[in-house]
């Protein structure tokens, strides 16, 4: 299993990133996929969420509205639409596939002026 995020980087406040995560080793297209974030002396953090054929979708109160999951079957990638960032959005921010508990190896998103 490998997964490998990238679309991180620095933005200011207000701006937009589309983070990718793009995942080979498995049938992608079976498994529900997830997004965590983890921020400087935070503890990491479920953003959201995605079924197999992307039909459902959920996400962290802090993000509803400002964020979107969205996946490519394929491509065999999920993506994370992040839109009107706030500077307590800087994190690293992880893909994660819960039934073959799976991580990647993150990408920085920092929010700052």
């Known amino acids: 299993v490998q997964l490998v995020e990238s679309g991180g980087g620095l933005v200011q406040p207000g701006g937009s990133l589309r983070l990718s995560c793009a995942a080979s080793?498995?049938?992608?297209?079976?498994?529900?996929m997830r997004w965590f974030r983890q921020g400087p002396g935070k503890e990491r953090e479920l953003v959201a969420t995605i079924s197999t054929a992307g039909s459902s979708t959920n996400y962290a109160d802090s993000v509803k509205g400002r964020f979107t999951i969205s996946r490519d079957n394929v491509k065999n990638t999920v993506y994370l639409q992040m839109n009107s960032l706030k500077p307590e959005d800087t994190a690293v921010y992880y893909c994660?596939?819960?039934?073959?508990?799976?991580w990647g190896q993150g990408t920085q998103v920092t929010v700052s002026s």
């Open positions: 080793g498995f049938t992608f297209s079976t498994y529900d």
């Open positions: 994660f596939v819960p039934l073959l508990a799976s």
